[in-house]
């Protein structure tokens, strides 16, 4: 049954979602179908299965810069600010320079005399091209120290920093244009890099569990905001060689970082810890674990 | 004043463009949109892929743990972001991160104490 396209609601009325719902309702049935045929045996088989609770968090640090134009957006930027300036009206210097004053004087010398014969011009300005407005000079007679430095320009700060150049990744300094993931690597149950997760304790929720996955492996001084306190990814792990455990369901909850470092605990058992971009952590991670993590992470 | 000279004579000439340079403007024109349009599609790719998760995620949990499930679909404890939440700039501020910051010093902190 296809329902009618002006009744869906609008997420729902491109060809890739449609595609996705009707994959996920072909799965479905072939699932149920394959249910309904099991034997007892696997049954009882799954429900034997345990698996451990756990709470992970995938801690990013927001871009602070914003994303790098490409060569188009450039140009067209360009283009466009070009043919603003052609259209726009004549700078009206009466109004910041009033008339008869020592300003005017000043504004009036600096600027190209055009000929009043053109019949294009009009207030001294080619009315058909863009006017270039030459601005005189701050007069360096009556500066004094504070006035010097309330008209000082403005240096705007680089948007590559330190970190970039020597590309630590355990800084958060680098790659300002990017989002930054918090990926570590422990002993034993994490011996490959992860998304920070423990154990969820009795009577906490994913919430709670998550915030003292924070404090235990990265200590107090960071100021984070979780966004949410649902879900934002599941992952199960099997074990090879565990007693009371077949393995273990992982339960990540997102949240943003502002202020402040990882620092790794003393009983947290972390002998490696990275702030990575989306990309750099396909390098770091599993394969398997890269596909079941990519999609929860944001593109810039 | 602004409104000293009359509008007339500020204004510019009427931009008339010849047939080639219209084509070109045309052209530059769709080719931004092309792009804007392929920018949001990736986008909304992005968001779609980023439910599909958090679904699966709920689902599970729901499976895994009814309790763990209800707590996590209660109303969060606060509505409000916090104010360090900045929207990113085209360059960054002269100290690009706060390294040295510590819970101890903030408000919340030192008026616990006290």
Known sequence: MVLNKSLRPLWSQSKHVTDIIVASRRALATTTASAEATTEESVSAKEEQKFKLMAGVILSRPPIVTPEPTAFEKA???YQSELYKRLSWTFPHWFYFPKGSLAENEYKRVQPQLTEDDPNVLLNRKRDEKQEIVFPPRSVQRETEESARIYAKIVPQPR????DEKNDITKLDRKLDRTLYLIVKKEGEFSDWQFPAAPI????????????VLLENGGEDMNVFFVSETPALYYKKFYKEDE??????????????FNGMFKPQRGSQITDYAWVTKEEIESFVSPRYWTIIAPALSLH | MLSLVSRVKKQPYRLKLSYEDLMRHRTIHRAWMLLQRKNREERHKELMAQYQRIKMACDQLEKASPEL????MDKPRSLRFPLEYKYPTETPPRVAWDYDWK????VQALSKKK
């Not at chain 1, 009371?244 to 943003?256: E, H, M, Q, W």
């Not at chain 2, 819970?103 to 903030?106: E, G, H, Q, V, Y």
């Open chain 1, 201 to 212: 304790r009795k009577g906490e929720s994913l919430e709670v569990a998550s915030e003292r």
């Open chain 2, 103 to 106: 819970k101890s010093t903030t």
């Open chain 1, 244 to 257: 009371t455990y077949n393995g273990a369901k992982i339960f990540y909850l997102k949240s943003r970082i």
């Open chain 1, 76 to 78: 067209y930027h360009h």
């Open chain 2, 69 to 72: 499930f209800a707590r996590a």
């Open chain 1, 160 to 163: 590559k920093t330190e970190a």
